[in-house]
C-alpha cells in the first residue's frame, strides 16, 4: 500500500480526516492500537530464544508490540518451538548479533526483551500469569535426521527471503504456511509433509543466494532437491507422475540418440513459430513473448564454420 491508500484505510476503518503524512498516520495507528493493547485480557507472543540455564524468554522485535503484548495484559502467554532452546545466556551474544545483522543490517534490533514469568512483587508492569507452550510439531522427528536437522538451526533472520529470486517476486502470502522464502520450502513440507506440500522445494531456481547469505549455514539447495527426489519417490510409490517419468525417459532416449536428437531439434524449430502456446505454456505466453528458435542449430553453424 502506499500512504495514500493508507490514508484512506484510515478514514474509512477509524473515521479520521485524511492523512498522508506517515509520521501522523503513525501517530493516529498508535493512539489506535495502545488502546486495544491496554484493554485486552490477554497477550500472545512467539519468542526467538529460549535460555534454559535461567528460563528467560527472549523476544527480539523492533516494532514494540510484542513487548506491549507481554507487559499490559493480564495474562501473557508465549508459544515458541523446542529449537528455540539455547543452553545459556551467554549463547546468546553470538545469535542476537547474528539475527540483527542479517535480517535488516542493524547492530542490534531495537528491542530485545528478557521475560522471566510473571510480575512479581513491587514491579509495576507485567502479567499476572505467564504461559510458555512448547512446540513440537513434527521438530523431534526431523531431529532423527541427520542431514535434514539443520532445518532447524534457522534463527529467523530472513536474509535469505530477500535473497531469493522467486520470494522477491511471488512475495510471502503465495507460500501456503507461516514460514515463506526459502526456509519456508523446506519446512513446511517436513513440518506438514511432503506429499501436502511438495511443490515448495520445486519452487526454487537452486540458484544458491540462500545458502551464501545464512548466518547459521542452512544448506538450504542441498535441502530442497534431497525433498524434490523424496517428492518424487512418494508420487512414485503412489503410481502418481507416470507421464513426468514417461517425458524424462523419452528426452533421456533422444539425447542418447545424436541423429533423432538433430531431427526432433530441426523439426521442432520449425514447428514452434506456428504452433500456438498451449496448456501450461498459454498462461506464462500470455505475458511474456515465447523465444523463436534460431533458423540454425548449434551443430548447422559449426559443421558450416569447420567445412570454410
Ligand atoms: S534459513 Fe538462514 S537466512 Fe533463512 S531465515 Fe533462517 S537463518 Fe535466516
Redesign the pocket.
Known sequence: MTRYDVADVFTKRLGVDKEVVPENQTKIARAVLREKFIKADIGVTGANFLVADSGAVVVVENEGNARLSSSTPKIHIAVAGIEKLVPRAQDLAVFLD?LGR??TGQPLTVYTSFLSGPRRGAEVDGPDEFYLILLDNGRTKLLTDPEKRQ?L?????????N?CPVYRKIGGHNYPWVYS???GAIITPQFHSITEDGWLPFASSLCGA?AE??????E?PKLLLKLRSEVTEAKRRQGAGGLERLAFRMFAWVMAHPKVYRLAGSIGAKLAPLVPPVGPLKNWASQRTLPRPAKQSFHQWWDARESK
Open positions: 547474528l542479517s535480517a532445518s538451526y534457522c534463527i529467523r533472520c530472513g536474509a535469505c527471503l535473497h522464502g526459502p526456509i540462500c547469505v545464512c548466518p547459521v549455514k542452512i538450504i
